[in-house]
């Protein structure tokens, strides 16, 4: 591995948004991974404006001369910023209101800190997107917000205050002192709430007002929902396609029994997350889903789960039978479309904005080291150099 | 010639062609093509292994053929020795782990899918401690994991006396621990010197007795129903009353001035579960033996007074093995003041230490690098939360700081669900900083000379057992996956039988 040659980096760690906002900024390394998860081996350049992709990034020829303003990363990967599909990084206590199981209205952006500790070392570790998801302890917990780890002050900053709305089917749910108190209460109460909004919302005028749930129950609104055991999956996908839903699940450890069925569905899947203390029955989830049909996400989960806890994730799948193109996706543009962001982050595509990481090699090898990361065009983080024998 | 005759004729044709010509009961197994990581650190590539009964009998870019072999070819894949955890309780059970107890007896040999989980991952041996909370455990042991032939194979029996200190989760009971650590070298010996002093004076009395006996040869005594038939004498003689006292405390082979003393003068001993005691437990007193009212010395003063054995302490005894260095001692300590504590009485009684967790090892890198002492890491954290407990000072790099320093630092799992993670986190080491041609090292041919099984297992050499792992790829490489697992030269793991 050659160490990077960094021609003005720091010079644009200290101007950091202001040569984004002004300037073109051009990028050249040794490969990208493309919007598929491959990685694509070989010189590039990409340019930034304004703090977007201006296009994807262009082979260029080998010694061909530096351009003005150029950052060269020799023997560097191209990575969209990772996106952690649900973390609580920054989460001032729970992020759910337990008073009440159906909380729809409810946003975690009101329990975000963005001056929260830790969060730095989610960005040095290459995560810039996250969904501030709300816990699982209430059947409709709320929407997710979504943030990124590094705004124009250098603190993270929320991007979309009303994401997608979080529901659980997950025993921490049933609770003693409110309903539900049991798994058939927990579904009846949200088949009918469903239902009731449902109604609701397609015999309403167009012009009537409409809330989280209403725009939930027809597939306006997306939804991430916990569905723990298989026979939550079941449910998940009856109730998604009686009302049209539009569901992204959350399930990990029956994969063997509902691998099948979620890839019939053609479901979107969040796994995880996977640490160095998962089983090998959790590690084997992603391969499985998504060798069945399925859109795998592999989620982080910090801080519960170590800073670099999606590259782990993503690569012990790996070893376990997820496609190497497929893992990347897993913790790029496939978390980014679980937070319906992937217009916006999760590529490297001229319009998306210019979230990327610089690794020593491929993501998915552990080997890599993070050496820069970019949030919205600006440098927020450059590692300290590091000999390398 | 009858049919009979020349089958017999044929039998023996072949027999002694096998015992004679060949010299091979065997036929062999041959992994042909591929890359070969031997271990130490050295790569053969397009490389052939060859395995006969159970070891590796050739090894190199050209072997000649072998008769009647099973060949395999691996063209485009890597093999590499079975990856060994250097610390790991996976196959264990809790039953064994006091004091006494013995790893390789807790080896739970049905639980077939743990095993087989770290298999499918590369892992082939371990070290598994007999742990017992905190203070002494067992002894603990070097196994093989063997699916096939009944669990696992033990390599190495009463490799190390497991200690853990610092395991509690409030400051007082970690400091309690500590005094107990501290004060626990210094009681062994003076048990061991107690019990040199009982056989003197066993003697001494066993002496006086005879002699009174040849005095008085007529008189004889009732045997009492003593274990050990001594004769209870009857007339003591006041002169030799005076040597019965105990002899002052001679100074002893290997053995230092009384300098402990317990932190701030505090007595911890009530504030632990289980007992800080700091003297053994009182022994029960067997009938017809010592402690009789009527045989108290300021009763009957005339009597030879028989000395009292001292109570037997087990823990006092393996500690004393590990005092004359009979058996290697692994202290798990976390914290740094932990560590410094086992570092101390390392340096004072002169213990043959292996270091276990020490994840706040980067505080006190110089005194460790200074004690020369190998240190066995545990996991990583496991999230980006702060733990007040032992693992306050644990880091994703201790493993990477502690070599940069100097210091003779494995990685091993400590806990059996990150035994299959092995070769993942020493891939992660390397981007923590560990050089890329000590990660596989450290993992195999390292690992076997620290545990002290180098000369079976850990790198791929002619005469080693033949414990090996063929990978689709680079061990260390995004979506390697293990394909073959040979154990003692037996496949126990195929992938294409599991997919």
């Known amino acids: 591995m050659t160490a990077p040659r960094v021609c003005w980096i720091i010079a644009g760690f200290a101007l950091g948004a202001v040569v984004a906002r002004g300037d073109t900024l051009r990028i050249t390394a040794d490969g990208w991974i493309d919007p598929t998860g491959k990685l694509v081996k070989g010189p590039v350049a990409v340019e930034v404006a304004d703090g977007y992709f201006k296009a994807a990034p262009a082979p260029i020829e080998p010694g061909s001369p530096v351009a003005d303003k150029t950052t060269t990363y020799e023997g560097a990967i191209l990575c969209p910023g990772l996106v952690d599909v649900s973390a609580a990084l920054g989460a001032l206590s729970q992020l759910t209101e337990d008073a009440d199981s159906f909380q729809p209205d409810l946003t975690t952006r009101d329990a975000f800190d963005r001056f929260g500790p830790r969060l730095h070392r989610a960005l040095e570790a290459g995560v810039t997107t996250f969904g501030l998801a709300p816990d699982d302890q209430n059947v409709i917990g709320g929407r997710i917000a979504v943030c990124k780890t590094f705004g124009e002050d250098g603190k993270p900053r929320v991007i979309d205050a009303y994401g997608p709305l979080k529901l659980s089917l997950s025993p921490a749910v049933f609770q003693r002192d409110r309903a539900p108190t049991s798994r058939s209460g927990a579904l009846g109460m949200l088949t009918h709430a469903v239902d009731g909004a449902h109604h609701k919302a397609t015999t309403a005028q167009d012009d009537d007002p409409k809330d989280a749930l209403m725009l939930f129950s027809y597939g306006a609104l997306q939804g991430v929902i916990s569905a723990p055991s298989a026979a939550d999956v079941l449910y998940a996908l009856d109730l998604q396609s009686r009302y049209g839903l539009k569901l992204v699940i959350a399930h990990t450890m029956d994969a063997f029994e509902t691998a099948d069925l979620l890839g019939k569905a053609e479901a979107t899947v969040i796994v995880g997350p996977l640490t160095w203390s998962s089983t090998e029955r959790e590690q084997r989830a992603p391969g499985l889903l998504s060798k069945a049909g399925a859109d795998v996400v592999v989620a982080g989960g910090l801080p519960l789960a170590p800073a670099n806890a999606l590259r782990i994730g993503a690569s012990l799948a790996s070893r376990c039978g997820l496609e190497l193109n497929a893992a990347r996706r897993a913790i790029t543009i496939e978390p980014a479309r679980a937070l319906r962001i992937d217009d916006r982050v999760g590529s490297i595509q001229g319009g998306r904005s210019a979230d990327f990481v610089v690794f020593s090699g491929d993501p998915l090898d552990l080997r890599s080291r993070v050496l820069a990361v970019y949030v919205d065009g600006a440098p927020a983080f450059v590692a300290p150099k590091q000999d390398v024998e | ?499």
């Open chain 2, 1 to 499: 010639m009858t049919h009979v005759s020349r089958a017999a004729v044929v039998a023996l044709t072949l027999g002694s062609l096998s015992g004679f010509g060949f010299a091979q009961p065997s036929p062999a197994t041959v992994i042909d093509g591929a890359t070969i990581l031997i271990g130490d650190g050295k790569t053969i590539d397009k490389g052939v292994i060859q395995i006969r009964n159970g070891k590796i009998s050739a090894v190199g870019a050209h072997v000649p053929p072998a008769m009647m072999a099973e060949t395999f070819y691996a063209d485009g894949k890597f093999v590499t020795p079975g990856l060994i955890d250097v610390w790991t309780t996976l196959g264990a059970s809790a039953a064994a782990s006091g004091v006494g107890g013995d790893a390789a007896d807790a080896i739970n040999r049905y639980d077939r899918d743990d095993m087989m989980a770290a298999i499918r991952h590369g892992v082939t041996a371990a070290y598994v401690p007999a742990e017992a909370g905190d203070g002494v455990g067992g002894v603990g042991a070097v196994v093989r994991y063997a699916p096939k032939a009944g669990g696992v194979s033990v390599l190495k029996d009463r490799a190390a006396l497991h200690v853990s200190v610092g395991a509690g989760q409030t400051a007082l009971q970690r400091l309690a621990s500590i005094q107990k650590f501290e004060s626990m070298w210094r009681n062994a010996l003076d048990y061991r010197d107690a019990q040199e002093r009982y056989k003197e004076d066993l003697e001494e009395y066993e002496k006086k007795i005879k002699e009174r006996a040849e005095k008085a040869e007529k008189e004889k005594k009732t045997d009492e129903g003593k274990d050990k038939a001594e004769k209870k004498p009857d007339e003591p003689k006041p002169e030799e009353k005076k040597e019965e006292k105990p002899k002052p405390d001679k100074p002893k082979k290997g053995r230092k001035p009384k300098t402990d003393v317990a932190p701030f003068g505090l007595d911890l001993s009530d504030i632990v579960a289980g007992g800080f005691d700091e003297q053994p437990p009182k022994p029960e007193q067997k009938p017809g033996e010592e402690g009789k009212p009527g045989e108290k010395a300021d009763e009957k003063k005339e009597e030879i007074k028989k000395p009292e054995a001292p109570p037997r302490n087990p823990e006092a005894e393996a500690l004393l093995d590990v005092i004359d260095g009979k058996i290697r001692v692994r202290v798990h300590a976390e914290r740094p003041a932990e560590i410094v504590a086992v570092i101390e009485a390392a340096k004072r009684y002169n213990l043959p230490l292996v270091l276990e967790g020490a994840s706040g090892a980067r505080f006190v890198a110089k005194s460790l690098k200074k004690l020369e002492a190998p240190v066995v890491f545990g996991v990583e954290p496991q999230t980006m939360l702060e733990s007040p407990g032992p693992m306050r000072y644990n880091s994703f790099d201790a493993v990477v700081h502690a070599r940069q320093a100097g210091i003779e630092a494995y990685m091993g799992s400590g806990v059996p669900e990150q035994t299959p993670q092995l070769v993942s986190r020493a891939a992660a080491a390397v981007a923590a900083g560990l050089p890329e041609r000590e990660a596989l090292p450290m993992i195999t041919s390292k690992a076997a000379t620290l545990l002290g099984v180098d000369e079976e297992i850990g790198t791929i050499e002619g005469g080693r057992s033949a414990d090996l792992v063929v990978w689709s790829g680079n061990p260390f490489a995004p979506g390697a996956q293990v394909e073959r697992v040979y154990i003692a030269g037996e496949l126990v793991y195929d992938i294409e039988e599991n997919e």
